[in-house]
Every structure is written in structure tokens, then in C-alpha cells.
């Protein structure tokens, strides 16, 4: 039984949540900027389109932001592979594991609890 | 629901609470053993509760508070002498009837007979008794208090004047009526472009309506802090005598009513607490003993009402904090850095506790220790806008400060718009909305080294621009200035806004983990065009603006807050001393031409509307002569006090500082004091004095 995960785009990178974590995906969402708060990963520019990954981590929702909503695609577990060291500590901290998809492009799995160390304090 | 069910749950319900009210009475009875009324009550809880299961048909369980009945029967009438060993035996009962109540909530049925050893116990102490005989006994309807005789409540529904509604619901009610007040907000908006008109007139009505609604709701959900605050007495003595120490709980304002969802985390901090003050804090009897305290430890939980807030104090007299081994452990934690550690006083160090991961205590115990604890407790109270503090005297003992809100809050706020965000302002803390023109703003708000000042009825407010304060890029009007004047625990100043809108109600949401620690912001609502909008909190702006006058602080842990300090106007005397003026006797500031300038026998005057103010060149001597009669403009800072005016002639005015002069042991230096907030050193000035040398009569 494979294990399936919602991919998004983000940058350059293929990102996927497992599909039981996500709770609801939104596109066109106007964002409120809260003035003095933690700068995440990347610095978005509010125009571009987005789509809006809710998950519930910690009992609170949060939402991921990301480029794109690509396809649900399904993975053996048993191909899992650990990140590698390589890759840069402030996105490594938010991977579980990272997959080769069958066009060997790389599916890069998100631990969204832990996508909440980015903003918490 | 059948109507078996529901006669099964309010049996239950009403048990459960019975069972509070009953450990609660026990512990008392151990201060109190005689006591008639107490006893008599016990007896009525274990009663109450045999009554209705006979009615029920629970054959096991009326066997067991049958037992437990005879017990208290004989204490009641004195033929037992009661024995701590008593209360842990009559502690152990309502464990058992628990169990019972457990088996019935989730199978409908009993379950198992009663444990044969709590049966034998309590059988036991009854044979203890010299000389007993059965005979001896009254029957029961002789023995019980005339108030027992009336049927339990479930049999006389006629009368009630309360029903039991679920939480549920109530949490739904809640969440219903804080979207009422949102819609209606939209409508207030539709029917302001109408003028006058029938809509008018129905949002009149919707508004006193919902009004009504919003706060029977809230009053629905208010809850006694007893139903919390009284489990403590058992949960501290049950813990006690598992560490060998003795510990009694004191409760007070059990009647204090606070919202459940309130009350809840209310719940959930003191359970930390206790078991920390009774693990950590309170000492070993024996320890107790030699150093002069008596061998039970006291805790006490007293909560009070004050302005729409609750206050919980839980306090113990044990062993303390000692700030010195707190901050020494979170360096060794790796928490902070030694250096950081120098610089906390000790209320300083005592905040440590509340940093995630510390611990002082070097071994573990199963109860508390770990390490972790506070910290959520802290996150815990501020979700539902409150907040906790502690302090603590060595050896003295130690208490924590809790303060939530009474209810969810519904707030009136002022909505403004800076940096083309828009922000909403609690209206509790807005005094006024002044908006000056070009001209007004140029005259009435003075820059002072970057810090502006404004004259607010002869007192000097100072400004800051809300988009500065919050980061964002100041915007530049010509336009003149629309400020608001805030009160912020007695902390007065001006915010400067790009425009003011409407006042609203909104219902304020905590803020998600992350950015809920930006101490500016309050919490959030969602505003009635569905799109969300930030809550200021005028404490936190106060401390971020007073902030920037200051050495930016090294970390973003929160600033030592000085509630009440006054702000101290720092300027440059003419001899190049660094003087301080509390700001509360500063006047005005004025730039005056020397020609204004007249003398009057040795003293230098300017008339200032129909007075003459002497003014004062402060030089390396204090000598109040008159100033030096070169050319061009002096700063002057006009004071006033009950003892008349004076105008101070300085070199320059450097800052506003808030913050509290501290003596400083400089050798020589009589009055020589340290601003505390930035470690600068000024020499306060005795206005009134100044007045009194310069012979001033007004």
C-alpha cells in the first residue's frame, strides 16, 4: 500500500504533504501581512498567485503557502530515502523524507509540524 | 435520549459534583473534626447519592455508600472518634463510587461488586470503637438533618429553577452570537449610508437585541472558579502524602464566575502550580520544623473580580525561588548566555522560570521536575488573553499571579488605517482622536532629537508614528497629523495614524502560536467585510515605543517592563551636564530669541502670557545666576509646579526617557542618579527646589 501526498510547486522544489495532513487547499486568498512577525522561508510577493495548504498542527491551523497545487501522487514507503545533509538546514529542518517520483523528478516530504518551528518562538 | 438516560446522566452529573463537594468537605473536617453542620453535610452528600441509586436500582453501589453512611452516622452522633485514618478511608470511598459511576456512564451497568477491601475498611473503623453495639444505632430516617429529607432533585422536577445545558452547545452558542455581532456590524454599515429610513430604525432594534443576547450568552457561560479551584484541597493532600510532607489548601472567591473556557485553562495552570508548590516549594515537615515554620505547609488559591478581569493568586509558604540558582541553571541549560544573566535583577531571574526547558530541581520526581511545565502554562493563559506572573521570597515562600479575562471578549475598538494596513484599537484605552491641521501640527508638536512631543492641554504627550512603531514604512503627509491619545496603565502618548475610521465591536481571537508573542498585537478579528484585522494592545506598543529611546534590546524576549515609571525629559546644561526633568512638571518647550530675554534685578525673565518667569542657567555650579548675554535663540524648558514656574535655560534637549532614576553610589556625587532604562547617567532636578532658590512668590 503506498502512501499518497498532495504535491505543490514552490520555487523549484516539488513538495508534497500527506494527503491526510491537509485539510483544505485555497487559491486567491487576500493575506493580511502582521506587521513584526518572523520572516519566513522565502519572502513571497503578494500578487502572485498562491495556493494556500491548510493543515492542523499543534491544534491550531496554519497555512502553507506555495507557488502551485500539482497532483496527488503515490509512493512506496519502502523507497523513502533520508535528506541528505546537502540540502540547506532551514528547509532540511522541515523534511521528514524525500522520494524519486517515476520521471525521477525528487518529491520532497513535509513534516508540517514542523513547519511550525519556522514561526514559533 | 429515553427518559432512563436522562435520569441515569443527571444521576451522574449530580454524583460528580456531590463527590467534589464531599472530598472538599473531608479535608476541612480534618482542621475541624467536631463540627456538626460539616459533618452533617458529609453525611447529606454520601446520602444524597446511596438515595438515588436505591431509586435506580444500583444495588452494589447502595451497598457501598450504605457502608460509608453507617460510618459518618457514628461520627455524627459522636460514637466515633474521627481519625485522619477516617478521612483517607472516606477519600478512598468516593474513589470507589466513582468507579461505579465510570461503569454506569459507559456500559449502563455496575459493572463488578464494590472492592470487598474498601467494604472492610470502612467496616473496620466501626469496629474499632469500644463498646459498640448495633442497637446503639438510630434508624436512619431518625438520625438524618430535616433538610435530608426532601427526595433528590430528579424527583422534583416541578420546581427547577436550573436546567443542565452541554458545553457543546454553549461553546456553539458562543461562536453563533460572535457572528451575530459581525453581521450586524455590516449592517450598522449599510444603514450608515442610508441616512435616516427604516433600516435605520431596524438596526436600532438588532443592536439592542443582539446587545441583550451577546451578554446573556456570555453570562450562560460564566462557571464559579469553586468548580475548579475545590478540587485542589485533595489533589495537594493526596500529593503531600505521597512525598511525606503535610500540605492544606485555603480557597478563596470560589464564587468569583468566569467564563468556562476561562476557567478551563484556569484549571489547567493550577493544577502545574500545585503540584510544583507542593513537590518544590513546600518543604519537609521535619525541615519545616527547624527552621521555625509550622509542619504544614500552606497553599492558597484566592481569586477576585477587578474591571472585567479575574485575578487568581496561588500562593504557598514554602522554601521559594531563588532567582541566583534559576539563572545559574538556565545558563547551564544553555537558555541564556552568562552575560544576559549579569544583566537580570532578580523579579528579572524569576521570569526565567517561564522559559521552556528550564528546571531548577537537580532530581526528577514523578510529579513535576521535568523541566517542562511552565512555559505551557504561560502559552496556556495568554490563548485565552491572559497572562501569569510570579514572585517569590527566599525561604518566605512563593506566589504566582494569575490574570484572565472574564469572558471571551467582545470589545468596542477604534479601527485605524497606517501603512495601508488597518489596525483596531481597544476603546477602553483610547482617550481621545485629535486630528491638527498643517499649521496646528506645526506649532503644537515640537521634534525633540527625533522624538516628538505634543501639547496636549499645557502637558506634553509624546508621539509615536503606529507605522514605525510596527515596522513598516512611515508614510509622509502634509496634510497635518491624526493621532490618537492612548492610556496605557497610566503610560499617556499619542499613536500617529493615517486616518481614523469607525468605532466596532469585534469579537478578539487569539493570535496563532508563532506571532502571538509580538507583544504589540492583542489577538485578531475578523471585520465585517470578512477580512481580518489586527487588535493593538496599547501596553505592548508602549513598550516597543518606549523601547526605541533605549538601547535596542539584544534579545526579543520581552523588555523589562516598568509599569508607572515616569518619563524623565534629558537635557544639556549649559556647563555640559546631563540634567533630568520629570516630565509631569515640564510645561513647554520654547526656543527663544535672546531678546526676549529681560532682567530684572539678577534675575533673567521672559514674560510667558500674563506672567514673568524667572529663568535659571544651570551651569557646572548649579548657580542659578542669569545667562550668559551672548546672541542667537536658547532652548528653554518651562516647568510649572504648585510652587510657581521657572524656565530652565539648557544647551540642548537631548530625549524623553521613561524609566525610574536609581541612586548611583558615585563617591562625591550627592545627586548623581542613573536612568535605569538606558544605563545613562543624569542628575535629576528638584524642580520645586529650583523654584523655592530662584525666590519665585506666585
Known amino acids: 500500500m503506498g502512501k499518497q501526498y498532495c504535491s505543490f510547486i514552490v520555487g523549484e522544489l516539488l513538495v508534497g504533504i500527506e494527503v491526510d495532513r491537509v485539510r483544505e487547499i485555497l487559491t486567491d486568498q487576500e493575506v493580511t501581512p502582521v506587521p513584526l512577525a518572523p520572516t519566513s522561508v522565502h519572502e513571497r510577493d503578494g500578487d502572485q498567485p498562491a495556493a494556500h495548504v491548510i493543515v492542523v498542527t499543534g491544534g491550531e491551523a496554519l497555512s502553507l503557502v506555495f507557488d502551485a497545487e500539482k497532483e496527488v501522487v503515490e509512493v512506496d514507503p519502502a523507497t523513502a530515502r533520508d535528506v541528505p545533509e546537502i540540502i540547506p538546514s532551514e528547509i532540511r529542518t522541515l523534511l521528514s523524507e524525500i522520494y524519486e517520483l517515476a520521471d525521477s523528478t525528487l518529491l520532497l516530504a513535509l513534516d508540517p509540524d514542523r513547519a511550525l518551528s519556522l514561526i514559533a518562538t | ?698
Open chain 2, 1 to 698: 435520549m429515553s427518559d432512563d438516560d436522562e435520569i441515569i446522566q443527571a444521576f451522574l452529573e449530580e454524583s460528580r459534583e456531590g463527590l467534589d463537594q464531599l472530598e472538599l468537605d473531608l479535608i476541612e473536617l480534618e482542621t475541624r473534626p467536631r463540627d456538626p453542620e460539616l459533618l452533617a453535610q458529609i453525611y447529606r452528600s454520601v446520602h444524597s447519592i446511596k438515595g438515588t441509586c436505591g431509586f435506580l436500582g444500583y444495588q452494589g453501589l447502595e451497598a457501598l455508600t450504605h457502608r460509608g453512611e453507617d460510618l459518618l452516622d457514628a461520627l455524627r452522633a459522636g460514637r466515633l472518634a474521627f481519625a485522619p485514618a477516617i478521612a483517607t478511608s472516606l477519600l478512598r470511598l468516593s474513589d470507589a463510587i466513582r468507579t461505579f459511576l465510570s461503569a454506569i456512564e459507559t456500559t449502563g451497568e455496575e459493572g463488578a461488586d464494590a472492592d470487598p477491601a474498601i467494604l472492610a475498611e470502612l467496616a473496620a473503623h466501626l469496629e474499632d470503637r469500644p463498646g459498640a453495639a448495633a442497637d446503639e444505632r438510630p434508624t436512619h430516617e431518625a438520625a438524618q438533618p430535616s433538610q435530608d429529607s426532601a427526595a433528590p432533585d430528579l424527583r422534583s422536577g416541578l420546581h427547577e429553577t436550573s436546567i443542565r445545558v452541554d458545553v457543546d452547545l454553549l461553546d456553539r452558542l458562543m461562536d453563533l452570537v460572535g457572528e451575530l455581532v459581525l453581521v450586524r456590524g455590516k449592517v450598522g454599515d449599510l444603514a450608515a449610508e442610508e441616512d435616516g429610513g427604516e433600516l435605520v430604525a431596524s438596526y436600532r432594534q438588532l443592536r439592542r437585541i443582539s446587545g441583550g443576547l451577546l451578554e446573556s450568552v456570555m453570562r450562560a457561560r460564566l462557571q464559579q472558579v469553586g468548580t475548579v479551584t475545590r478540587k485542589f484541597p485533595r489533589i495537594a493532600r493526596d500529593l503531600a502524602a505521597s512525598m511525606e510532607k503535610l500540605v492544606s489548601v485555603e480557597l478563596h472567591g470560589e464564587d468569583v464566575g468566569v467564563d468556562r473556557a476561562v476557567n478551563e485553562a484556569l484549571g489547567d495552570a493550577l493544577v502545574h502550580l500545585v503540584r510544583n508548590m507542593v513537590d518544590h516549594g513546600i518543604e519537609s515537615p521535619a525541615d519545616r520544623i527547624a527552621i521555625g515554620k509550622n509542619p504544614e505547609g500552606r497553599l492558597r488559591i484566592a481569586a477576585s473580580h477587578e474591571g472585567g478581569r479575574v485575578h487568581v493568586e496561588v500562593s504557598d509558604d514554602g522554601r521559594g525561588i531563588d532567582p541566583e540558582r534559576l539563572a545559574a541553571g538556565a545558563v547551564s541549560a544553555g537558555l541564556i548566555s552568562h552575560e544576559e544573566a549579569d544583566t537580570l535583577d532578580g523579579e528579572g531571574c524569576l521570569e526565567l522560570i517561564f522559559l521552556p526547558g528550564l528546571s531548577t530541581k537537580t532530581s526528577v520526581t514523578s510529579v513535576s521536575g521535568r523541566g517542562v511545565g511552565m512555559d505551557a502554562v504561560r502559552a496556556n493563559l495568554e490563548r485565552v488573553g491572559g497572562g501569569i506572573t510570579v514572585a517569590s521570597d527566599v525561604g518566605q515562600g512563593t506566589v504566582f499571579r494569575i490574570d484572565v479575562p472574564l469572558t471571551v471578549a467582545v470589545v468596542p475598538t477604534v479601527v485605524v488605517h497606517a501603512a495601508g494596513g488597518r489596525y483596531c484599537v481597544p476603546q477602553g484605552e483610547v482617550q481621545e482622536v485629535v486630528h491638527l491641521g498643517p499649521d496646528r501640527a506645526r506649532k503644537e508638536v515640537s521634534d525633540v532629537s527625533g522624538a516628538r512631543l505634543y501639547r496636549l492641554r499645557g502637558g506634553l504627550l509624546p508621539l509615536f508614528d503606529l507605522a514605525e512603531v510596527l515596522g513598516l514604512p512611515r508614510s509622509t503627509s502634509s496634510e497635518g497629523i491624526t493621532l490618537l491619545v492612548l492610556d496605557a496603565s497610566g503610560r499617556r502618548f499619542g499613536i500617529v495614524v493615517d486616518d481614523v475610521g469607525a468605532t466596532v465591536e469585534v469579537v478578539v481571537k487569539p493570535l496563532t502560536r508563532g506571532i502571538r508573542s509580538i507583544p504589540v498585537f492583542a489577538g485578531v478579528t475578523i471585520m465585517s467585510d470578512g477580512r481580518p484585522a489586527l487588535v493593538l494592545d496599547p501596553d505592548g506598543l508602549a513598550d516597543r515605543a518606549g523601547l526605541t529611546t533605549a538601547a535596542p534590546a539584544a534579545s526579543t524576549e520581552e523588555a523589562p517592563v516598568v509599569r508607572e515609571a515616569p518619563s524623565w525629559l534629558v537635557a544639556t546644561g549649559t556647563g555640559g551636564r546631563q540634567l533630568a526633568v520629570t516630565m509631569s512638571s515640564v510645561w513647554r518647550l520654547e526656543r527663544l530669541r535672546r531678546d526676549r530675554l529681560q532682567r530684572v534685578s539678577q534675575t533673567d525673565v521672559i514674560h510667558y502670557g500674563d506672567a514673568l518667569i524667572p529663568l535659571v542657567r544651570l551651569d557646572d555650579d548649579l548657580d542659578l545666576g542669569p545667562s550668559a548675554p551672548d546672541d542667537g535663540e536658547v532652548d528653554v524648558i518651562i516647568c510649572n509646579s504648585t510652587a510657581g514656574w521657572i524656565g530652565l535655560v539648557v544647551e540642548s534637549i537631548e530625549d524623553i526617557v521613561p524609566g525610574r532614576l536609581v541612586p548611583s553610589a558615585v563617591p562625591g556625587g550627592p545627586g548623581m542618579a542613573r536612568l535605569e532604562l538606558d544605563g545613562r547617567l543624569a542628575e535629576p532636578l528638584d524642580v520645586e527646589a529650583l523654584i523655592a532658590g530662584a525666590g519665585v512668590v506666585r
